[in-house]
């Protein structure tokens, strides 16, 4: 076997067939520069294997967390105070109770002008107005004329 190709199968040797694995080991066995590569390759794979085994200590997440806080700077008071004012404004800026009351009080409104409950607001011909439009001011006839929302008075004699 050829050192490249031994260098080649170093990396498969745990998928290799018996006679590949013979093969390969003869070689080693022969060359020094390719054993010295194999135990280089096996001493990394092992290492590997005992980090992926790691088993931490009961209390290592806990600790693990207060380095990482202390390592983590701290924003500063002004920074803090700034993002809780956003909140605050968030929320005065979120409807308290969502869209559908601002939907819904301009439709109840619409029904008490349509109804009549709101008299100041309402547009009925009587509305304090003049029942039979004559009215007798101090000796003079004034006739008043309801022209559709204009009222129109004149002044004529008896």
């Not at 001493?43 to 967390?65: H, M």
């Not at 983590?72 to 929320?91: G, H």
């Not at 039979?132 to 003079?140: M, P, S, T």
């Amino acid at each position: 076997m050829r050192c490249r190709k031994v260098k080649k199968a170093i990396v498969n040797y745990a998928d290799l067939e018996q006679s590949q694995k013979k093969r390969l080991d003869e070689h080693l066995n022969s060359c020094p520069e390719c054993l010295s590569e194999f135990h280089l390759h096996q001493s990394s794979l092992n290492l590997v294997k005992e980090a992926i085994s790691f088993e931490e200590p009961e209390d290592f997440w806990q600790d693990y967390q207060v380095d990482v806080k202390r390592k983590i700077p701290s924003s500063p008071l002004w920074r803090k105070l700034l993002r809780e004012m956003e909140n605050v404004a968030s929320l005065i800026k979120t409807p308290l109770f969502g869209p559908i009351p601002a939907y819904v009080f301009p439709v109840i409104i619409l029904l008490f002008l349509a109804m009549g409950l709101f008299p100041a607001l309402s547009t009925s011909k009587h509305s304090g107005g003049f029942d039979n439009n004559l009215v007798v001011y101090e000796g003079e006839l004034l006739s008043a004329v309801d022209d559709g929302g204009v009222t129109i008075y004149t002044v004529g004699n008896k």
